[in-house]
């Protein structure tokens, strides 16, 4: 049986869950109280690489012995572990295409959609220091992410997370202003689902995309996108949610 551990369906999570989805894969959901992070966390310590988890500490993937996490490594372990239907490109370019796009969502994109949601929606507050700054179990990183957010987000945050906002809808409207139905062409993959999960919330309002342009050729992707019935049951499972996600990169 598969299980996937979340603190809300936070972007991340909803990829997962859109992909489990799409391959038709039964799974339940643990929904953990972000309270509870550092104690849910350390039930997974044994494992080296989920201690290090980049992203922050949710969500997890079980699935059977096997546990993974960072969310763009889940759905690549999706893909290969259960290969139908194929939701990578079998061709060279678009493996790179894919791969180039992982790398932009994860250290541009998330960050920022991270720091935007947490600024208008996460009601940590006082409560935050007390559970986390001795959180052991996490990474130092993690717990200064957290810390962080009990307090006001800076206007520098903000101006430079709405700058990666900017960034992520310009990149996907110009990739698909040529008319073809998916990022990386007539295929439907990993990029989009990836991609929906990170600009889903502007587009119905969870967060606000305070004036930037979401392109036309964007919005008609973004519906073809939701309609699909593997979207429509993910979203249906959890509440969104916006917690402390993984530090900005330092070059970009």
């Not at 699935?63 to 079998?90: C, I, K, Q």
């Not at 502007?202 to 593997?230: C, N, T, Y």
Request: no cysteine; charged share 20%; proline share 6%.
């Amino acid at each position: 049986m598969r299980t996937l551990h979340i603190n809300g369906m936070t972007p991340p999570a909803l990829a997962i869950a859109i992909a489990l989805n799409e391959k038709g894969l039964a799974f339940s959901i643990t929904q953990i109280d972000w309270r509870e992070t550092p104690a849910a966390f350390a039930r997974f310590s044994d494992s080296p690489e989920i201690a290090a988890t980049l992203e922050g500490e949710f969500p997890i993937l079980v699935d059977g012995m096997t546990a993974v996490s960072d969310s763009y490594f889940v759905l690549e372990y999706l893909d290969d572990a259960y290969p139908t239907p194929r939701l990578r490109p079998s061709d060279a370019y678009g493996q790179w295409q894919l791969q180039a796009l992982a790398r932009f969502f994860g250290e541009r994109a998330l960050p920022a959609i991270s720091t935007l949601g947490v600024a208008q929606v996460f009601g940590g507050g006082a409560a935050v220091k007390a559970l986390f700054e001795n959180a052991t179990a996490l990474t130092s990183e993690r717990r200064d992410a957290w810390l962080a957010a009990a307090e006001p987000t800076s206007e520098n945050a903000i101006e430079e997370s709405r700058r990666k906002l900017g960034l992520l809808f310009d990149r996907l409207d110009a990739m698909l202003v040529g008319g073809q139905p998916w990022l990386l062409g007539q295929d439907y993959s990993l990029s989009d689902i990836a991609a929906f999960a990170l600009v889903h919330p502007f587009l119905d309002g969870s967060l606000d995309a305070e004036g930037l342009a979401i392109g036309e050729a964007l919005r008609l992707w973004h519906e073809r996108v939701l309609a699909r019935p593997a979207v429509q049951a993910a979203l249906t499972l959890a509440k969104p949610a916006f917690l402390p996600g993984p530090e900005h990169a330092r070059w970009g």
